[in-house]
């Protein structure tokens, strides 16, 4: 899939009426959870200051954090790698689990993952991964990737899901959501108890520790990181923070933003692998650090702001964009707000021209982010880029100095009201608007310009 | 206010799922799990801590402590309920903070069906900010071992948002406090 697409795949998206509906009531479902719990909290405006503070001055100073990070971590006996692009990221991953010689890891929901295409590299390198966050082993049954970032098969009504455990897993149908959880926790325990190697993400890795911290619901990635022999954690750079004492404040905000809870029925702290004091974990604790471009994009003034990112995906669910083409269009493994600010700036900005003209500059993202980034803003400016860089069609560019010339006049702008109402009249509801009449009639234009109506009233002393 | 705390807890405890007893000594707890639970003694097992911090004998369970480390999984994945202690208990959100221990391993709170948190009401800490310091002054940076914090049975909403209970963790979880109303 290509961001490059995004126009053909949105078309699709929107008018497929099943797809949005599924959309509309899972976003609106996590929308009003999280307005219960963040409404109770009196300062919320406060920490999310205080965190845009501390993430910004995590990215600004990204270097010094990263070294002493991985100081605290060796200093907890972990084995830490570090990986400049994602090639040598997956080359890193393979060789430690090739060296246990496993030929299957177990697998907790992890994005950086998905940006590596990890899965798809081991498979080809003959190693069985299982996904087993439910949500990621669906998408995975079904041969698909992610649709949202926290929320992976909210594309999936309970009736797809039935249907794919029938055929995928031979088991008689039920649409109902306990049988069907039911079954994925009795095949996929099997599974924890016989892995030797389990790959997890991490949402926040804190300087002055070296502590891991994993936020989940389901209980996956404690099994990934308590029965096999060796874990690895795979993050990017900016998942740091500066401390331990800086990881409340960052647990308050992402279970509230992401799924409306006030704290997630599991959060853990990894401080290194089997010990005295862990008598159980992993034996070997590895680490891949991977950097893929972001240390450039930290240098930027203003896009470092996409590296404050705690990938909550509260952002998805307030866009009015994302509720109607899904995040499959997007193209990326970063959909929503987010990802049209990420994609263009970390990945490919040709490929992703489109993304940031999917938004209506609203701002509900940049409302309700908790780490308080400028979305909306980052988006506009992303826009000027694209125009500067030339990837916009010599069409729309004469259209612009066109629509700027009549702009700049006011006798110009009443002109060419005068012509569109001749058009309108002349053409009726056929009035062609590419882009816009395939779906919706042209409005009818007034024969007397606002402007007109002013002079006569003045006039006529009104 | 030690009393608002402990309400607070309880009651956020009960909203994620999870249910949450107060018991005025530790004798109580027996009698408590006895009441909930109807598992032969060998389908429970109980964290070697649990015995110490409270100085109690007879508990209604294995302590893990006389099962060696080789046999433990196999014992934790057949066991029906696992019992352990805590390190914090955190009013604002229903969170138990469990700190790896030697007497006290993940699986145990992990593997088996259900999960029981034996606290003590001195345990109860306004936030997790509060905890958080606490723990960083017990244990010099680079000694802290690994630490869960648990807030209601294991969970899931990811097919159409519906709410399931019992995915891969414990599909029950309950905390006994020691203290007074
Ligand atoms: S940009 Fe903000 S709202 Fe969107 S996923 Fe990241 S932290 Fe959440």
């Excluded at chain 1, 177990?106 to 590596?116: A, F, H, W, Y």
């Excluded at chain 1, 974990?281 to 930290?298: C, F, N, T, Y």
């Excluded at chain 2, 389908?43 to 302590?63: D, F, N, Y």
Aim: glycine content about 6%; some cysteine; charged content about 25%.
């Amino acid at each position: 899939m290509k961001s490059s697409q995004f126009k053909i795949r949105a078309r699709q998206a929107v008018g497929d009426a099943d797809l949005r509906s599924k959309i509309k009531k899972a976003t609106g479902i996590s929308l009003l959870k999280r307005e219960q719990v963040v409404s109770e909290i009196a300062d919320w405006e406060d920490l999310r200051r205080r965190a845009h503070e501390l993430r910004k001055e995590t990215v600004d100073n990204i270097d010094s954090y990263l070294r002493r990070f991985i100081e605290s971590a060796r200093r907890n006996n972990a084995i830490v790698h570090e990986a400049d692009d994602h090639k040598t990221a997956n080359k890193i991953i393979y060789d430690i689990i090739r060296r246990v010689s496993a030929h299957t890891v177990v697998k907790s929901k992890s994005m950086i993952t998905e940006e590596l295409h990890l899965n798809t590299m081991l498979e080809e390198n003959g190693i069985r991964v299982i996904e087993t966050d439910l949500g990621e082993y669906i998408v995975q049954l079904a041969g698909e990737t992610p649709s949202h970032i926290t929320a992976p098969a909210l594309h999936k009504s309970k009736e797809d899901i039935a249907r794919l455990f029938h055929e995928k897993l031979n088991i008689p149908y039920s649409d109902d959501p306990v049988k069907l959880t039911a079954v994925a926790r009795e095949r996929l325990r099997d599974e924890f108890l016989k892995a030797r190697v389990g790959i997890t993400g991490v949402n926040f890795a804190t300087a002055d520790t070296g502590t891991l911290t994993i936020v989940e619901n389901e209980a996956n990635a404690r099994l990934c990181t308590t029965l096999p022999e060796v874990h690895i954690a795979i993050m990017s750079i900016e998942k740091i923070i500066p401390s331990f004492d800086d990881l409340p404040l960052f647990l308050k905000l992402l279970p509230r933003s992401a799924s409306g809870q006030r704290m997630t029925s599991y959060v853990t702290c990894i401080n290194g692998p089997r010990s005295y004091h862990n008598p159980d974990g992993p034996r070997q604790l590895h680490i891949v650090i991977l950097d893929g471009g972001r240390k450039q994009l930290a240098k930027h003034p203003a896009w470092k702001e996409a590296l404050y990112c705690i990938r909550c995906g509260a952002c998805m669910n307030i866009c009015p964009i994302y509720q109607s083409v899904g995040g499959h269009a997007y193209g990326s493994v970063y959909p929503g707000p987010i990802g049209s600010v990420i994609t263009p700036t970390l990945f490919n900005m040709k490929d992703a021209q489109d993304l940031p003209f999917a938004s209506s500059l609203c701002g509900a993202c940049t409302d309700i982010c908790p780490v308080k980034i400028d979305l909306h803003h980052h988006l506009l400016f992303e826009r000027r880029e694209i125009v500067n860089r030339g990837y916009k069609s010599s069409v729309e560019k004469i259209g612009m100095v066109l629509w700027r010339w009549i702009m700049l006049s006011p006798g110009r702008l009443e002109f060419a009201g005068r012509v569109g109402w001749f058009f309108r009249k002349l053409l009726g509801k056929n009035m062609p608007a590419p882009g816009w009449t395939p779906h919706r009639q042209f409005p009818r234009i007034p024969l007397r310009s606002f402007r007109s109506i002013m002079r006569s009233d003045k006039k006529h002393g009104k | 206010m030690e009393n608002k705390l402990l309400y607070r807890f309880q009651s956020r405890i009960q909203e994620s799922g999870g249910w949450c007893e107060i018991s005025a000594s530790g004798d109580g707890i027996s009698d408590i799990l006895n009441s909930k639970y109807m598992f032969e003694k060998e389908k429970i097992v109980i964290s070697g801590r649990v015995a110490k911090e409270l100085q109690l004998s007879g508990l209604p369970g294995m302590c893990i402590d006389e099962v060696k480390p080789n046999n433990r999984r196999a014992l934790l994945s057949e066991a029906k309920l696992g019992v352990t202690f805590c390190d914090g208990l955190i009013a604002e959100t229903g969170t138990v903070v469990l700190i790896n221990h030697p007497s006290e391993p993940r699986e145990l709170s992990l593997l088996p069906e259900y999960h029981v948190v034996i606290a003590k009401q001195t345990q109860l800490y306004e936030s997790l900010d509060k905890c958080f310091t606490k723990i960083k002054q017990l244990y010099p940076a680079g000694s802290i071992p690994s630490i869960t914090l648990v807030s209601g049975p294991s969970r899931t909403s990811d097919i159409e948002k519906t709410l399931v209970i019992g995915v891969h963790g414990p599909v029950e979880f309950g905390v006994i406090i020691i203290g007074s109303r």
